[in-house]
Structures are given as structure tokens and as C-alpha cells.
């Protein structure tokens, strides 16, 4: 099973930016849908943004227009990129299949903290 390292994450003041980096253990060329959760505190894990094979591009409201999903089948990344954040998108952020659930492996996250 594939496993997932995630960096990238740090505090960063309301209206800043961050880029988050997913490195994958194995080939994620077959894998359709590849996606970037977070966990804010208190709250469950949610989907934040969403990329098929073809490069096909998914997100929430809540991300949608700040955040830019994107990834790399030959270095097996997935990246993040991270603009105008708001202090609601804070939180620990995982890399993981698209329908990936409290079943499912997990890396350890990467903690993002938005906050002045």
C-alpha cells in the first residue's frame, strides 16, 4: 500500500501563503484520484481539494479560487498551493486517495496554523 509524506506547513498570518508537499512511497500513475484533506481542530477530516489522472481539478467552496491541487506522476508528488488564507484553514493537512477513509493509512500531516 502506498504511503504518504506530508511537509510543508508552518504558521502563516491571515491573507498569507503556504505550498504543502506530498511525496508518495510508490507509483501513483494508476492511482484516478489523489486529494488534500485537513482536520481542523475539534472538527473531522474534510476534503480540501481533489485531482483526477487527467489533471481534472475538484474543490470545496470553502477553497475554492485560493487553493491549487496539483501533481507529479513521474516524481510521485502531490503539491498544494495555498494563497489568501484564512485564519478557518487552519488545521492538519494529509495527502491520500480520493475516498480514503478512517480505514485507510495515513501519514502523520502536516500542521498549518493561519493565525495574526
Known amino acids: 500500500q502506498v504511503q504518504f509524506v506530508e511537509s510543508g506547513g508552518g504558521l502563516v498570518q491571515p491573507g498569507g501563503s503556504l505550498r504543502l508537499s506530498c511525496v508518495a512511497s510508490?507509483?501513483?500513475?494508476?492511482?484516478?484520484?489523489m486529494g488534500w484533506y485537513r482536520q481542523p481542530p475539534g472538527k473531522p477530516r474534510e476534503l480540501a481539494a481533489a485531482?483526477?489522472?487527467?489533471?481534472?481539478?475538484n474543490y470545496p467552496a470553502a477553497t475554492k479560487g485560493r487553493f491549487t491541487i496539483s501533481r507529479d506522476n513521474e516524481k510521485n508528488t502531490l503539491s498544494l498551493q495555498m494563497d489568501n488564507l484564512k485564519p478557518e484553514d487552519t488545521g492538519v493537512y494529509y495527502c491520500?486517495?480520493?475516498?480514503?477513509?478512517?480505514?485507510?493509512?495515513w501519514g502523520q500531516g502536516t500542521r498549518v496554523t493561519v493565525s495574526s
Open positions: 510508490g507509483n501513483i500513475s494508476s492511482i484516478f484520484a
Open positions: 485531482i483526477r489522472l487527467g489533471g481534472r481539478t
Open positions: 491520500n486517495v480520493v475516498g480514503a477513509d478512517s480505514a485507510s493509512t
